[in-house]
């Protein structure tokens, strides 16, 4: 199966929440970067939130102050909380995750999740 499966979409009203989860399903030897796109019909994947492995976040000014994404390094698990969701937050969200597979190499492999959708009622 693919190595990251996410979770957590559904749907919600304005200023209601939500929470993506997004795990690797398969043994790693280490994660770097974990982040969160989404994407909307006609758009290109656009960038939502950035987690490095000590926890520095970066996020798009969009979501700035509603979303807050987390990591838990032991279940190389990757958290994106939505909070008082707007109507232009309904996408399709796509975790990443930047895998290091084996502790004799430093490259990174980039994986994404399926995607989860995240419909907010307008």
């Known amino acids: 199966q693919a190595p990251l499966v996410e979770s957590g979409g559904g749907l919600a009203l304005p200023g209601g929440s939500l929470r993506l989860s997004c795990a690797v399903t398969g043994r790693v030897f280490r994660v770097n970067r974990m982040a969160w796109y989404r994407q909307t019909p006609g758009n290109q994947r656009e960038l939502v939130a950035t987690?490095?492995?000590?926890?520095?976040?970066t996020y798009a000014d969009s979501v700035k102050g509603r979303f807050t994404i987390s990591r838990d390094n032991a279940k190389n698990t990757v958290y994106l909380q939505l909070d008082h969701l707007k109507s232009e937050d309904t996408a399709v969200y796509y975790c990443?995750?930047?895998?290091?597979?084996?502790?004799?190499?430093?490259?990174?492999?980039?994986?994404w999740g399926q995607g989860t959708t995240v419909t907010v009622f307008s």
């Open positions: 990443y995750q930047e895998i290091q597979y084996y502790k004799v190499s430093y490259d990174y492999v980039k994986e």
């Open positions: 987690i490095t492995p000590d926890g520095r976040t």
